[in-house]
């Protein structure tokens, strides 16, 4: 499913703070301890590469237990890999913007006015942790990259077989197609060997992304999750993102509606209706959604085709309202129980306003899209109506002592040094795995092959309560993966009387939580236990403990990052 306009902005930095409190880079693999049981397949490595051989584990910088190097914690880097000799061949030039000393890495950038009606719009943008005002992606690349070659430098958290990343910026000449052609062009010009699009956290640059893919260019940036998987398909290997995948949901959002499907409406806030089986009715946007791929996937999973598809234009927040009416009236008149919400949090508010006009109270299916499973947004519907909600998320619940966690950035700078970004954290984590995993011939064949060979990690691969992540078929979808996250969700319900921190944002406190079953538990493809009891106190919470972001419910023991760290010596 894809994220749109300010919906989606607004919530990039929320989701980013959510990854830094469970100890999870956006992008790449987390630090949330060794592999599990992936729930896909690894692929062949590149030559060279060596993931897990002898000589990797064999290595003082590698922890052989967890089999990946040390930073912020114990064995919390990636996988451990071959060791490189300094001054060893590495091929050289083995690709455009590869030399045998570096990788050109070049960053689009928005201007300042377009940054800050990006901010206007809900996005962050780089923070000066110094003055607390807003800083520079100029400024938040050095101070990331300075981390990184810290920890390589320090404790050979990575391996670049002789290589390091340098950045040059390109600045938009405007967000209009001809504006971002233009730009593309100015980009491969220089050629780079990996683009970063960062011209919008939440939204990327779409016409950008694409002129780039086309000079085949990797280009890592969030207008790839607009894609359909048959379009990106188009792009690959050169189309890669930190962000969540849209295509993955639809198969989980099926894979779930087949443990419910065929069973009695008993969560109906009308009485008349929990006796009867289940009738879907489906709520999708206009454009965005493969609807075809969606029921194909019902078909395959057993899920009862629903009786009635609504839609709404997601660009036209005015009419969404009378929309709503319509929509809910449809769902009324043809014996709707159940109601499918692949919907933005804001139409879903109208269409539980117009529910209780229509004196209609059915079961409403949450899916997560867009975020909706956010606290913050679900506290604003009608609450009798939200109190029948139930379904799967995407955010994970509250953590408990998640200041316990530090994310790599702060672990070398601390809080009051540096400039911060949300979305920093995952583009470093895939420029450098990128680099590592691709092993010494650093090509862009070799970087899809590398990341393809690395294990998924996280969330139902390893039963963590973090995001799943990794590439390829390592997270056992039917095509390959090229995006961060997305790939695996809870099982939750909707509380109204309980008060407390947000899920996404501790901070933000407030009556009314979603309820999160089995502690947690993240399920993949295929893996959802059937007859859940949602609505059930006994066998719900609503927070967490940090113990369980960490495999095996046992935190690795700290990896101080050194007396000369800017955190430690406070300048």
Known sequence: MVSTTASRARFVAILATLALVTGLAAAGIPPAGAAGTATGKTGAQPKGQGLGSKAALAQTTCDKALGR?????????????????????????????????????????????????????????????????????????????TVYQYAIKTFGSYQTWGRHPVYEYVEASGSDEAAQRADALAVIAKKPFIVIDAYDQGLGAPVFESEIAKAKIIVNGAAATSLTQADLSKQAPYRWATQSDSTASLFLVSSFLSTVSGGKAQYAGDTSLQGKTRVFGLVTPQTGVDVDLLKADFKKDGVTAPVVEVTYDATNTASFDEVAKTNIAKMQSAGVTSVILIATQTMIKSMMAAATSNNFKPEWLETGYQFSDYDGYVRTWDQDQASHAFGIGVLNPLVTNASATTGNFQWYWGTKQGVISSTGSGWFAFIYNAIQYAGPTLTVANV???????????????????????????????????????????????????????NAVASAVGKGKWMYLNNGKRFSFGSFPKGAKFFDLTSSVDQVPLSSTYIGGVAPGANPCGASCPVTTGG
């Open 448 to 502: 899809q092959k590398g990341l393809f060979s690395v294990p998924a990690v996280g969330g139902a691969s390893d039963g963590t309560v973090t995001f799943q992540t990794g590439y390829g078929r390592t997270v056992g979808l039917p095509y390959d993966e090229y995006f961060g996250l997305g790939t695996d969700v809870e099982m939750i319900w909707y509380n109204p009387n309980i008060t407390g921190g947000a």
């Open 69 to 145: 190097t040390n930073l912020v914690n114990v064995g919390t880097g990636p996988f451990c890999v071959n060791p490189w000799k300094d001054g060893a061949n590495n091929g050289g030039a083995t690709a455009s913007g590869v030399t045998k000393d570096e990788v050109k890495v070049v960053v689009y950038i928005p201007t300042a006015a377009d940054l800050a009606a990006q901010r206007q719009r809900g996005g962050s943008g780089p923070i000066n942790q110094v003055t607390g005002a807003f800083g520079s992606w100029q400024d938040n690349f050095r101070d990331f990259d």
